[in-house]
């Protein structure tokens, strides 16, 4: 980005949120990574899985990381003072904790030898209940897509609407372009229009390949939303 776009990203308080939850260089990444608009997508969704469906395929998957144990997820639970959606918690329980699921695989839940600044709970403390939360209470950093964009999904809702998190647009032009010409929502936090049952057929039938572009989660949310309307 230029000199003035970033000044321009900073003044509306879009950078120091990308910074908050990415690195420069992700930052620099998403910018290079045009958006696509939903008129450009042929996509149709496919018919979600139910929760056994998804259960059953994800565990034939090759080289998971072992399940969560019971213990682990209900202390995760405690110390983020809110209750994962049920097939989140099978997930966890059943095929692995983390590690599975689009981009870079879903977070984990925190276990004595884990990492120290990973899992649902560390992201949960930093950037939803921290001192300046940037998303509302029950917001879990589920998937990092890495280029400064997240998959979160709403615990508030048993059914585990997702939502992406994306505060700062590519622009490659030197004046950025209005929102209307383009028809995406670019306010950092934007509904994904699918649950988390919904997310992960997506992810197993095949629509989030290693070729998919996280800066094309806006257009098809767009899509979704027409589809369904």
Known sequence: MTLAEWLTESLDGNLEKAFETSSLDAIAERRASSDVCPGELEYTPPECLTDDELIAAMSTLPCLPPPASSAAVIEAERAMGLSLPPL????????ADGGVGPGRGIQGVPTPDAYQGTGI???YEVWTAGRNPLVPPGFVWL????????SLVDCRDPAGPMWIWDPIGPYPQSDPPDQADIGLDRSALTPQNMTLAEWLTEWLRGSFTRDFRPATLRALAARRGEVSA
Do not use: K
């Open 121 to 123: 709970v560390f992201y």
């Open 143 to 150: 998937c990092r897509w890495g280029t400064a964009i997240w």
């Open 88 to 95: 989140l918690r099978r997930l966890y329980l059943e095929v």
